[in-house]
C-alpha cells in the first residue's frame, strides 16, 4: 500500500500543526543564537543554549498557533443569516 507523503496538507488539522512546527523552528534558531551571544560573555554554553533555545520554541509555538488561528478566522466564511433579522 504506497503512500504519497508529497501531497501538501489538505486537512485544517495538518495545516495547524505545520504552523506550529513553522513556529517552533523559526522560535528555536534565533533562540539558539541568543544562547550562544550569552554564553560568550557568561560561559556554561550549554545551559544558555538550553535555556534560551527551549524559551524559542515555545515562543515560536505560541506565535505559530495565533497566526493559524488568525488566518482561520479571516478565512471563515460569514454566517448566513435570515434577511430581517436584527445584528447580533
Do not use: Q
Not at 67 to 76: D, F, G, K, M, V
Amino acid at each position: 500500500m504506497p503512500t504519497d507523503y508529497s501531497r501538501t496538507a489538505r486537512t485544517s488539522l495538518d495545516r495547524e500543526y505545520a504552523y506550529m512546527a513553522y513556529g517552533m523552528l523559526g522560535g528555536a534558531v534565533p533562540g539558539i543564537v541568543v544562547g550562544f551571544v550569552v554564553a560568550a560573555f557568561a560561559g556554561h554554553a550549554a545551559m544558555w543554549l538550553s535555556v534560551f533555545g527551549g524559551i524559542g520554541i515555545v515562543v515560536g509555538l505560541v506565535t505559530g498557533i495565533l497566526l493559524y488561528r488568525a488566518r482561520r478566522s479571516r478565512e471563515a466564511p460569514a454566517e448566513p443569516r435570515e434577511p430581517g433579522a436584527a445584528p447580533e
